[in-house]
């Protein structure tokens, strides 16, 4: 069965500085992961994603993951936070191996971004 | 392309009362999908479709029903609401690429 563990439910940070959002998958099978980012009462929107090509995935307003399976984890980076990033963050891996599309939620990361 | 668009935005109903939730997609997508997302916590499936006449359901269907006449348009309906089903909805629609699209939100109040 598949499952996504968001490490930590808020995360703080100084605008300038680096962000990291942990997620840990478990898959049983080569796993389609996705990062996607929720600004307040909006719809979620699509960083980037990971399905089996390269593992460092570049994704949108300087975002990017390295899929690590040794360590079954898929971070989400950034080098410099901006005040606009402060949203909540979903790891999400997709269910099973078939192309029904059915996607897991984590339980989503808060980021704040000080001044 | 507006993408994917979700009606009403903000719902009141009591206990016993039914509503459809509105979902359509301009996208030609054959994917499109119902979440619940409720305080504090991730989106959960409800119902998914993956074209016109073919539904079905997600972790949490009870209480829901859908249907799928065409391919832009993709309702949830909610018979008896009740407190439990207080919270935002969420339509998505699906490109070849794996892609989702999600609408704006509908927030839902059972009272």
């Known amino acids: 069965a598949q499952s996504v563990t968001q490490l930590d439910s808020h995360v703080s940070v100084s605008e300038g500085t680096p962000v990291l959002l942990r997620c840990n998958y478990s898959?049983?099978?080569?796993?389609?992961l996705f990062w996607y980012v929720q600004h307040p009462n909006k719809g979620l929107q699509l960083l980037l994603k990971y399905t089996s090509a390269a593992t460092l995935v570049k994704g949108i307003n300087g975002f990017e993951a390295e899929f690590k399976k040794s360590e079954t984890s898929f971070h989400l980076t950034k080098p410099s936070a901006h005040m606009s990033d402060a949203a909540e963050y979903f790891c999400?891996?997709?269910?099973?191996?078939?192309?029904?599309?059915?996607?897991?939620f984590g339980q989503g990361t808060t980021l704040q971004v000080k001044p | 392309n507006a993408g994917v668009t979700q009606t009403p935005k903000f719902r009141i109903l009591k206990i016993g009362q039914s509503m459809t939730l509105q979902c359509t997609q301009d996208?030609?997508?054959?994917?499109m999908y119902w979440y619940r997302q409720d305080p504090g916590m991730g989106l959960k499936l409800i119902y998914y479709s993956v074209g016109a006449g073919i539904t079905d359901k997600g972790e949490v269907p009870n209480g829901y029903n859908v249907s799928r006449s065409t391919t832009e348009d993709f309702p949830l309906r909610l018979e008896l609401a009740a407190p439990s089903q207080t919270s935002v909805y969420f339509c998505a629609s699906r490109d070849s690429q794996e892609t989702q699209y999600f609408g704006p939100g509908t927030r839902l109040l059972v009272l």
């Open positions: 996208m030609n997508h054959n994917y």
């Open positions: 898959s049983s099978y080569s796993p389609s």
């Open positions: 999400v891996v997709r269910r099973g191996s078939g192309n029904t599309g059915k996607l897991i």
